[in-house]
């Protein structure tokens, strides 16, 4: 088998496909192996199953989608979509902050089906330290193994689903927060990051006040700006 | 068209609609600007909340894992991470383990 030249578009893509396989590929593929199960067990088929999982790519949303989904879809579209959507409002602030990171040309628009928390956070942590050249193909390379990851995985949890029991679904979906800790704990030497994190456990409460498609975005909104501004004032002094 | 096919269908535009609009407005920015910044924290706060509510109040199939274990969990994975100066992987082998030790423990 011949090497890719190291100049081809595919070899690119490599280092950040390597970095997706390890962890990231372990805690994505727990959790949406938990989701194609669950999904079986709402009485839905395999491809809306793959769907969810590959369009919407954002587990809080998909959560509430299946929750509307497998009741029967009773309640109407509408509201299920909407309240599903807020739980994915994050993608807004995300998008916004990796593009800049993503180079000026048309091409970064490939990017945008793969914004979601676990390429963003992995993104973030790399990206700085990359030439400018080599980001977009550092996230793509990453992104496509993620959510091939999220697929494959979705689909054989959807066919393990009688095999699951109860106790073995909660530990693979904790999987996800427990990897999101991780990534947070690597930033926290950085004084941005660690105001912004600390400033987001402080104000988690605020989430358990409201609605659950509204809590996580109004919490983090909340603990993001007064981190932000927290950082503005640090700046001024 | 059955709801659930169409609820799906409006939830992916609507993912693609969110997404796209972030990188509209974000385009001619650079990554020190402000609004990028502002934004940044913001992305990172929400991420520090929905692993505290997933750990302190989970839904679902995360609920039935007993506070203690959930902790377990999570300081053991940040334990091992600090330890094996930065290796995720084993991590959060070490962290999973710990969550189901201590769930094991306690018959939860």
């Known amino acids: 088998m011949s090497r890719l030249a190291p100049s081809s578009p595919l070899a690119a893509l490599r280092p950040g496909a390597a970095t997706a396989f390890g962890a990231p590929a372990i805690a994505m593929g727990a959790t949406f192996l938990a989701f194609g199960a669950a999904v079986r067990e709402g009485g839905l088929g395999l491809p809306w199953a793959l769907g969810a999982a590959l369009l919407i790519y954002g587990m809080p949303g998909q959560l509430i989608l299946l929750q509307f989904a497998g009741a029967g879809a009773a309640g109407g579209v509408a509201p299920a979509v909407l309240g599903a959507a807020a739980a994915n409002a994050r993608f807004l602030p995300m998008a916004v902050a990796l593009t800049p990171w993503l180079g000026n040309r048309a091409s970064r628009w490939l990017a945008l089906p793969f914004i979601a928390i676990t390429p963003w956070a992995a993104a973030m942590r790399a990206l700085p330290g990359l030439p400018q050249p080599a980001r977009l193909p550092w996230f793509l390379g990453f992104a496509l193994v993620s959510w091939s990851i999220a697929g494959l995985a979705t689909a054989v949890g959807h066919w393990l689903a009688p095999l699951l029991d109860p106790a073995l679904m909660a530990a693979l979906l904790f999987a996800n927060p427990l990897y999101f800790a991780l990534l947070l704990a690597a930033g926290l030497g950085q004084p941005a990051s660690r105001r912004a994190v600390l400033a987001g456990v402080l104000a988690a409460p605020v989430a358990l006040l409201l609605p659950p498609a509204w809590g996580l975005l109004a919490a983090g909104l909340l603990g993001g700006t007064a981190a932000f501004l927290l950082g503005l004032r640090h700046a001024r002094r | ?108």
């Open chain 2, 1 to 108: 068209m059955p709801a659930a096919d169409l609820a799906l269908l409006l939830m992916a535009l609507a993912m693609l609609a969110l997404r796209g609009a972030g990188m509209l407005v974000a385009g001619a920015l650079r990554p020190e600007h402000p609004f990028i910044l502002w934004a940044t924290a913001v992305s990172q706060a929400v991420l520090a909340v929905f692993v505290t509510l997933a750990v302190l109040a989970p839904s679902g199939a995360v609920a039935t894992v007993p506070l203690p274990a959930r902790l377990a969990g999570l300081l053991a994975g940040l334990l091992a991470y600090a330890v094996l100066r930065g290796r995720l992987l084993p991590a959060l082998g070490a962290g999973l383990l710990a969550l189901a030790g201590v769930r094991a423990l306690l018959g939860g």
